[in-house]
């Protein structure tokens, strides 16, 4: 009995050859560092529209992933090349960081200053703690926002996540908050400063010690002159340099209070240590210059910022819904904690 056609044809196709493993790998790194960029891009032209530049190319960055995320889902083909974004570039955005901190400068012009930024320091991680603790709020988000507002914003939660072991949707919640809530008291002192009884100068102070990001310090003390804007920026790199020992006191506190897991080790922020070799590196002058120009210190500050920006929509691919439910206790805590810093630094001007 002959078997049924069907059974006895046989059908050649083509051999497909495997696609190579490292070829899928390079498409997905390569897309997802364009898939960042992307959205890096359309943060900072939103940035610059009137209405819509209360928030910054961060706060935006953060927020158009988030909003992608919970539409389209993570992008799991292009996960190697966000997750490059948001570890690795992350750590080159704040090296690239510390050529804004002239610490030669601090030194020198600013000893007085410092020691306030030391208070404004202690006193915004202490006191976000605190209120953190009695709204009952998340504490590893609420910690990440204290020193956030009392260091430099978003660089600063991004330099210490490592460090205290924060997930990812927690810094980029933290990163998000701290760009938005440093907007909206920037553009309150605008408003404020002239009917306030503090000399451009003390103003300038003021904002330095107080507000959260150095684009939140020139924002505020910019359209009170060139005298306000420098001291202000002086104030504030006191801040930035701060993070380091800073940084420094909170791995000692992870190995003491045993927050690390038994058998694993708590790796030292090497990147923090090219922040303070470029640090260094931009507080060197020769003739009465500075051997970096200041053009090109500026861009590449900016470069940084987008670099940062970048990492931070990596961070906002990592936000659900359900996390955004636990961020207004920590929200309320930071916007108290900021009402309060700003009027113990108003006393302190």
Known sequence: MNKPAY???????????????FRNK???????????FIIALMGYGLSY??????????????????????????????????????????RLAIILYGLKLNIAIVFSQGLGLLLRDVVTVVFAILVTMLLAKWLKADGSLSLLLGIGTGVCGAAAIAAVS?????????????????????????????LLQPFLPLTDTQYGIWSGISLHELAHVALAAAPAGEDALAVSLLAKLGRVFLLI?????LMYWMRRTGRVEKGSKLEFPWFLLGFIALSLLGSVEWGGQGIIPDGLKSSIAKSASFILAMAMVGLGLNIHLQSLRKAWRPLLAMTITSVLLALLTFWMS
């Open 49 to 90: 529209i009137p209405g819509l530049n209360i928030l910054g190319q961060l706060a935006w960055a953060i927020l158009i992933a988030a909003v992608f995320r919970q539409v389209w889902g993570y992008p799991e083909a292009l996960r190697a090349g966000i997750q490059f974004t948001a570890k690795k570039l992350l």
């Open 245 to 249: 020992p800073l940084s420094l006191i």
């Open 162 to 190: 490592p460090i205290l072991k924060a997930k990812d949707e927690d810094t980029a919640l933290g990163a998000g908050i701290i760009a938005f809530i440093g907007t909206v008291f920037a553009v309150v002192y605008t």
């Open 26 to 36: 390079a498409l997905s790194w390569a897309g997802g560092i364009g898939f960042t």
């Open 7 to 21: 059974q006895t044809m046989t059908h050649h196709e083509p051999q497909r050859t495997p696609q190579p493993e």
